[in-house]
């Protein structure tokens, strides 16, 4: 009994592991489904070739998988029609040729701000060409055609309205073909996903048509040379998580988060080359992949969204497999922003261009310019960013992101712009800022009656001291000689945005110097020689004893030290009382100036009158050395 007992158990236990392996073979079938449910979707609609996903529903109203729900009677056109036109098919034979600028320089046109897109057809287009003919005139060789509207897009969409145009006729095929009759090269914006920085959404068939279809609708009415995909960034909500859970499959959070951009921008460029491979598609970014901070391979930038780290789209990643053509940073920081500086960014990016072989084209905020955003107040900062990036590898030119504010071009920025590029204004006169060499000193004490200051400036634009414009040469050099009133002389030189100020004081001294000083002994009839060193135009004179001695000014000066200044020197002569059998105390010598007003003195020297010798009272003098100079009893030097 007890060895079939043990045979039973025996038995039972082989039993219970068999149906536990058999249980986890097919939980492990069911989760290895369940995670590739995403990729083997996406894959197997990629490979369709997207043939069905250009048909719109054109009644009833469908679940937008980006979010919302729009309507069978949305006000969704293209072309005067709700449906949407084929896309041109027939790849071209023979090898694909871009058709791309050396250096694009090109003007961003927004519709209902540089041309309209509402009222008559007649209208619309007359604006356009107006737009065209004014980028023409700004030296423009491309224009970006923006197609987001404030409520909507130009090309339908079953998430955002678009208006509605006569039959045969749509915006972005005419101002295509006028920039094309005007020599120019089209680019145009194609909003992948229309959500800014927000989440996507799920990913499964039906996104992806929305977005093939949105394409499609796109490349129906523009054909232009080149797209650029916005619009594709996956920022991570409250629902992003339990979206990757549904959706995701085992394949990694970060990983789902990140590929929703990549296919997205996969599919969008797939669909626009369809029949017209020589399009470019390239990607128009945020200005940053990723700050330092948070990856090592980041710019140091202190960006409060970056591509990668806040949006999930791999930027360079996609460069780097070949998934866009070029790629437009929205460089929208001056050179001295200080938390996205332009000259960090465009050496970042060009570097990265370069490594991958791709145009890098920046895009500026031409729309800050002389504006009171950090570093924008004056003309030269959209020329400083282009000569900043355009020597650059990688560098493969400028978006400048506003006519309008182009043709307003307040201090002429845009004229200068147009000039740097022509050549007749010069680099070095653009990057010069207000130099100020003399005086050294910002704050000192002055006796001269005036200041010199010189410097050097940007001849490009006016500089002014105290309000009053610097008359410059050429090359923006100056030098002016202003008058100093006694006391405190404030100046204030102001010359692109930069501020230098001098706080200098006046001391009037309209008498500098007084020769002889001290204490003088003469004997009386002694001719005495009075000099000063004073104001070239005052008066000067001295008294000693109660007599006035004029002092005139010395017409030949030679080397004196005083030569070129305020200052010139003056001489006197004044015969000392004669001798008295007592010494003559006559006081000192003060020798006053008049000029201007004012009447300043300086003492010199106090004058003794020797008693009379007599010879009982002399004392030979015995001269000892090889040579000696002696004088007249009346004479006690050269000056007497």
Same mark, same amino acid.
């Not at 009759?181 to 800014?196: E, K, T």
């Not at 000192?588 to 009379?612: C, D, F, H, P, S």
């Given at each position: 009994?007890?060895?079939?007992?043990?045979?039973?158990?025996?038995? #039972?236990?082989?039993?219970?592991?068999?149906?536990?392996?058999?249980?986890?073979?097919?939980?492990?079938?069911?989760?290895?489904?369940?995670?590739?449910?995403?990729?083997?979707?996406?894959?197997?609609?990629?490979?369709?070739?997207?043939?069905?996903?250009?048909?719109?529903?054109?009644?009833?109203?469908?679940?937008?998988?980006?979010?919302?729900?729009?309507?069978?009677?949305?006000?969704?056109?293209?072309?005067?029609?709700?449906?949407?036109?084929?896309?041109?098919?027939?790849?071209?034979?023979?090898?694909?040729?871009?058709?791309?600028?050396?250096?694009?320089?090109?003007?961003?046109?927004?519709?209902?701000?540089?041309?309209?897109?509402?009222?008559?057809?007649?209208?619309?287009?007359?604006?356009?060409?107006?737009?065209?003919?004014?980028?023409?005139?700004?030296?423009?060789?491309?224009?970006?055609?923006?197609?987001?509207?404030?409520?909507?897009?130009?090309?339908?969409?079953?998430?955002?309205?678009?208006?509605?145009?006569?039959?045969?006729?749509?915006?972005?095929?005419?101002?295509?073909?006028?920039?094309?009759?005007?020599?120019?090269?089209?680019?145009?914006?194609?909003?992948?996903?229309?959500?800014?920085?927000?989440?996507?959404?799920?990913?499964?068939?039906?996104?992806?048509?929305?977005?093939?279809?949105?394409?499609?609708?796109?490349?129906?009415?523009?054909?232009?040379?080149?797209?650029?995909?916005?619009?594709?960034?996956?920022?991570?909500?409250?629902?992003?998580?339990?979206?990757?859970?549904?959706?995701?499959?085992?394949?990694?959070?970060?990983?789902?988060?990140?590929?929703?951009?990549? !296919?997205?921008?996969?599919?969008?460029?797939?669909?626009?080359?369809?029949?017209?491979?020589?399009?470019?598609?390239?990607?128009?970014?945020?200005?940053?992949?990723?700050?330092?901070?948070?990856?090592?391979?980041?710019?140091?930038?202190?960006?409060?969204?970056?591509?990668?780290?806040?949006?999930?789209?791999?930027?360079?990643?996609?460069?780097?497999?070949?998934?866009?053509?070029?790629?437009?940073?929205?460089?929208?920081?001056?050179?001295?922003?200080?938390?996205?500086?332009?000259?960090?960014?465009?050496?970042?990016?060009?570097?990265?261009?370069?490594?991958?072989?791709?145009?890098?084209?920046m895009v500026h905020a031409a729309d800050k310019a002389v504006t009171d955003a950090v570093g924008w107040g004056e003309y030269d900062q959209l020329s400083r960013q282009v000569i900043e990036v355009r020597d650059k590898p990688g560098y493969g030119g400028s978006i400048f992101n506003s006519l309008s504010r182009m043709l307003e071009d307040p201090k002429e920025f845009a004229t200068k712009l147009i000039g740097y590029y022509a050549g007749t204004v010069k680099k070095q006169h653009i990057l010069t800022n207000l130099e100020v060499t003399q005086p050294a000193q910002l704050t000192y004490t002055s006796f001269d009656q005036t200041v010199v200051f010189a410097g050097n400036t940007d001849p490009n634009t006016d500089a002014s001291i105290n309000g009053v414009k610097i008359t410059t040469d050429e090359n923006g050099y100056f030098r002016l000689e202003m008058d100093l009133n006694e006391g405190l002389n404030a100046f204030?030189?102001?010359?692109?945005?930069?501020?230098?100020?001098?706080?200098?004081?006046?001391?009037?001294?309209?008498?500098? !110097? @007084?020769?002889?000083?001290?204490?003088? #002994?003469?004997?009386?009839? #002694?001719?005495?020689?009075?000099?000063?060193?004073?104001?070239?135009?005052?008066?000067?004179?001295?008294?000693?004893?109660?007599?006035?001695?004029?002092?005139?000014?010395?017409?030949?000066?030679?080397?004196? !030290?005083?030569?070129?200044?305020?200052?010139?020197?003056?001489?006197?002569?004044?015969?000392?009382?004669?001798?008295?059998?007592?010494?003559?105390?006559?006081?000192?010598?003060?020798?006053?100036?008049?000029?201007?007003?004012?009447?300043?003195?300086?003492?010199?020297?106090?004058?003794?009158?020797?008693?009379?010798?007599?010879?009982?009272?002399?004392?030979? @003098?015995?001269?000892?050395?090889?040579?000696?100079?002696?004088?007249?009893?009346?004479?006690?030097?050269?000056?007497?």
């Amino acid at each position: 009994m007890a060895q079939r007992r043990k045979k039973r158990k025996g038995k #039972t236990s082989i039993t219970l592991i068999c149906i536990l392996l058999l249980c986890m073979t097919v939980g492990v079938g069911l989760l290895a489904a369940w995670s590739t449910k995403l990729d083997f979707s996406v894959i197997k609609w990629l490979g369709s070739d997207a043939e069905n996903a250009t048909s719109r529903p054109s009644s009833g109203s469908e679940t937008d998988p980006f979010g919302e729900t729009s309507g069978g009677d949305a006000p969704v056109s293209n072309a005067g029609t709700n449906s949407t036109p084929d896309v041109p098919s027939g790849v071209p034979e023979g090898p694909i040729e871009a058709h791309v600028p050396d250096e694009m320089r090109a003007v961003m046109l927004t519709p209902n701000q540089d041309y309209p897109v509402t009222g008559d057809t007649a209208a619309i287009k007359a604006g356009i060409d107006d737009a065209l003919e004014k980028a023409v005139r700004l030296t423009m060789n491309t224009v970006v055609l923006d197609t987001k509207l404030p409520d909507g897009l130009l090309y339908a969409s079953p998430r955002l309205p678009s208006p509605s145009f006569e039959e045969g006729f749509h915006p972005l095929t005419y101002a295509t073909a006028q920039a094309r009759a005007a020599g120019l090269y089209v680019y145009a914006i194609f909003y992948v996903a229309d959500n800014g920085t927000g989440p996507l959404g799920c990913m499964n068939s039906t996104a992806l048509d929305v977005v093939s279809g949105d394409a499609a609708s796109f490349s129906a009415v523009c054909q232009p040379d080149g797209v650029l995909l916005d619009g594709y960034y996956n920022v991570a909500d409250d629902l992003s998580y339990q979206t990757y859970l549904q959706e995701g499959g085992g394949i990694g959070y970060d990983a789902y988060m990140q590929a929703l951009p990549q !296919e997205l921008v996969k599919l969008s460029r797939k669909v626009i080359q369809k029949g017209a491979s020589a399009i470019q598609v390239g990607l128009l970014s945020e200005a940053v992949w990723a700050n330092a901070s948070d990856n090592e391979r980041g710019s140091k930038t202190v960006a409060p969204f970056a591509t990668l780290t806040d949006g999930n789209a791999d930027t360079l990643d996609m460069l780097d497999k070949g998934l866009a053509d070029f790629i437009a940073v929205k460089a929208y920081g001056s050179t001295n922003d200080p938390a996205v500086p332009f000259g960090t960014l465009a050496t970042w990016w060009a570097e990265r261009a370069a490594d991958v072989h791709k145009p890098l084209y920046m895009v500026h905020a031409a729309d800050k310019a002389v504006t009171d955003a950090v570093g924008w107040g004056e003309y030269d900062q959209l020329s400083r960013q282009v000569i900043e990036v355009r020597d650059k590898p990688g560098y493969g030119g400028s978006i400048f992101n506003s006519l309008s504010r182009m043709l307003e071009d307040p201090k002429e920025f845009a004229t200068k712009l147009i000039g740097y590029y022509a050549g007749t204004v010069k680099k070095q006169h653009i990057l010069t800022n207000l130099e100020v060499t003399q005086p050294a000193q910002l704050t000192y004490t002055s006796f001269d009656q005036t200041v010199v200051f010189a410097g050097n400036t940007d001849p490009n634009t006016d500089a002014s001291i105290n309000g009053v414009k610097i008359t410059t040469d050429e090359n923006g050099y100056f030098r002016l000689e202003m008058d100093l009133n006694e006391g405190l002389n404030a100046f204030q030189i102001v010359h692109k945005g930069k501020t230098v100020t001098y706080n200098i004081t006046r001391v009037i001294e309209v008498v500098k !110097e @007084v020769t002889p000083t001290g204490k003088l #002994t003469a004997d009386g009839g #002694t001719k005495l020689t009075i000099s000063a060193i004073a104001y070239k135009q005052a008066k000067i004179y001295a008294v000693i004893n109660g007599q006035t001695v004029s002092l005139s000014a010395v017409e030949d000066q030679g080397d004196d !030290e005083y030569k070129g200044t305020p200052y010139g020197r003056f001489s006197g002569s004044y015969t000392v009382p004669d001798a008295t059998t007592t010494v003559q105390n006559l006081g000192a010598i003060v020798v006053y100036g008049e000029w201007g007003g004012y009447q300043k003195n300086k003492t010199g020297a106090a004058l003794t009158v020797n008693a009379r010798a007599l010879p009982s009272d002399g004392k030979p @003098v015995m001269v000892t050395s090889e040579w000696a100079e002696t004088f007249p009893s009346d004479t006690l030097s050269h000056y007497s």
